[in-house]
Each structure stands twice: as structure tokens, then as C-alpha cells.
């Protein structure tokens, strides 16, 4: 083939191949090698894969533990209940809240029955929160206040001795509240009874006369009317003993702790 005919060949050829792609604008061209890791890089890589396994391995142990540690504190704290208690609720315990709802409608106490709260037997509410004549206030806390039915009916069935005895008017800090027991400073692994919706704490006490004796100043000055509270509850036999600033200075300097008694 001469030299000119070789020419054109090599014109006509580099006519027909595919020009290369160009990057558009605002576009990088796009490489199929992936960029080099650095040994840095590679060495965090590491260390977080590390970790991760680490806590894969961990989470297994814990959550025996944990389950263990909330079935004793569950055991622990059966040692204060009334006799009988159990969690679910027995028949039997079912059958003495029925009994005792029955007992308030006999009695004339208007009583709504309340949603199911942790720990409380028969929950209900009694919207006026007068008892045998007594009216019981909140220290601080609004309405409704959830109790246990046999609180309910402790109160009214004392009640008007509690009247008798010039009380007119008790004001309270708490009735249900889910804590632990609290006696000479010290917070013990058992339930309080207030979790139960079965005790109530008393501020202070207003009388016929409208005097108001309140337990943190005025029971250290012999006040009449809290001590013939204090005696009267101690031995009317409807409540366990009464936590006093007398019988615990510490946790209750200023106030009277008031359980029912219960037995199922």
C-alpha cells in the first residue's frame, strides 16, 4: 500500500472512534478505583469493630443479673404486707374488696371505684373526702385521691369518734404514693404501706373551734388535741401502730403515719 493510502486509512480511523466522556460542569469524572485507606483510617476501623463486639458480648451477662436483682428486691418487699397478701390478688382478696365497697354503701359513703393502680387491692376514690363527719384536705396535692377501699372504710368507721374527740378537719401530705418504708432515717428494701393505698400521713388537725394544731410545731408542746389523736388511733384497734415524732423523731418529726389494720 503506497504511503498516501495510509494516510487516509489512519484519518478515516480516528473519524470513527467514540470521543472520550468529558466531566460535566460542576462534576468530577467518576473512577472505578477505590481510594487507598490509610493506616490510620484502617487502625479506627479496627478499634470501633472492637468495641462493638465488646458490647455484643457484654449485653448477655446483664440481663440475668438485672432479672435477679428485681426478684429479690420483689421478695424483699413482701415482708410488711397484710397477712394473707399476695401479688396478683388472691380470690380471697378480690372477695374481701367486694365485701368492703358493700360495707361503705351500708354505711351511706358516695365512693367511685378508680383505675386499676400498681399494688392496690380495690382502688376507689371518695369524692368528698368527708368521713364520720371529719373532712380530710390535701396538704398540697388535688383531687381525686386513690385509697385502698379498707382505708375508706377504717376512716369512716372512726371517724366520728375522731369527731367525738373535736376533730373537725385533718390535713394530709400523702395516702398513695409507691415508696419504701422510711423508720430513724433509714430507707429499708420493703414495700410502705402506702403503696398498698392502706396509710395515710397526717399534717395537722383543726378543732371545733377552728384551731389548727400542726404535728411538726406543736406535738413537742403537748398539744392536747394531738395527743388524744395519738392515743385514741394507738388504741381504737382498727390501726396498726402510729408513727409519731415520738416513736420515730427522724422520719416523722411532722407527721402522723396512720395504717389500717387488714388481714385476708
Avoid: Q
Amino acid at each position: 500500500m503506497s504511503t498516501r493510502a495510509l494516510m487516509i486509512v489512519a484519518v478515516l480511523a480516528a473519524l470513527v472512534a467514540p470521543a472520550p466522556a468529558e466531566a460535566g460542569p460542576g462534576r468530577a469524572a467518576r473512577s472505578t478505583e477505590r481510594p487507598a485507606v490509610s493506616a490510620g483510617a484502617a487502625t479506627v476501623h479496627a478499634r470501633a469493630g472492637k468495641k462493638k463486639k465488646r458490647k455484643r458480648a457484654r449485653r448477655p451477662a446483664r440481663r440475668p443479673a438485672r432479672k435477679a436483682r428485681r426478684a429479690a428486691g420483689r421478695g424483699a418487699m413482701t415482708s410488711n404486707m397484710p397477712e394473707g397478701w399476695r401479688w396478683p390478688p388472691s380470690a380471697a382478696m378480690r372477695t374481701a374488696g367486694d365485701a368492703c365497697k358493700a360495707r361503705l354503701d351500708a354505711l351511706g359513703v358516695v365512693w367511685k371505684p378508680a383505675a386499676a393502680i400498681e399494688r392496690v387491692v380495690t382502688p376507689i376514690t371518695v369524692p368528698s373526702m368527708t368521713f364520720g363527719g371529719v373532712t380530710i384536705v390535701s396538704w398540697f396535692r388535688k383531687p381525686p385521691f386513690v385509697m385502698d377501699c379498707h382505708l375508706a372504710l377504717g376512716l369512716t368507721t372512726f371517724g366520728k369518734d375522731l369527731y367525738e374527740l373535736g376533730v373537725r378537719e385533718v390535713t394530709f401530705s400523702s395516702i398513695y404514693r409507691y415508696t419504701k418504708v422510711r423508720v430513724g432515717g433509714r430507707t429499708k428494701n420493703t414495700l410502705s404501706r402506702h403503696a398498698l393505698g392502706l396509710a395515710i400521713d397526717v399534717r395537722s388537725v383543726t378543732d371545733a373551734d377552728g384551731r389548727v394544731a400542726v404535728v411538726a410545731t406543736d406535738y413537742k408542746l403537748d398539744d392536747p388535741l394531738l395527743l388524744r389523736l395519738e392515743d385514741f388511733l394507738n388504741d381504737a384497734g382498727g390501726f396498726r401502730t402510729v408513727l409519731t415524732p415520738k416513736n420515730d423523731p427522724i422520719s416523722h418529726h411532722d407527721h402522723f403515719h396512720v395504717e389500717v389494720k387488714l388481714e385476708y
